[in-house]
């Protein structure tokens, strides 16, 4: 299919081979190449899930320990650090 979009080469590893049997399961009657396509992109999906499920458990931490250690440090202690700094 002709097409203005840059190309890309993909060699078929052992792994490759094995998702793209998987795939073509999953989409009967998709060419190869739209095989390898459509991996990228659920790729891309799990990926962002992943992340966003790592940022989540961050923010989930943060929040359970706001405040914890609120007394470690007195009133002014940064400013009274911060003057030992060179300017």
Known sequence: MATTL???QVTQTPELAAGLELAAKEWPGA??????ARL???GIEAL????????AA?????????GTYADAYPPGYLEELRKDWPE
């Not at 060419?31 to 390898?36: C, D, I, K, Q, T």
């Not at 961050?58 to 706001?66: A, D, G, H, N, S």
């Open 6 to 8: 840059p190309r890309i």
């Open 31 to 36: 060419s190869r190449s739209e095989l390898v």
């Open 40 to 42: 990228a992109e659920s």
């Open 48 to 55: 962002a899930a992943r992340r966003a499920a790592r940022r």
């Open 58 to 66: 961050r923010r989930k931490v943060l929040e359970e320990t706001r």
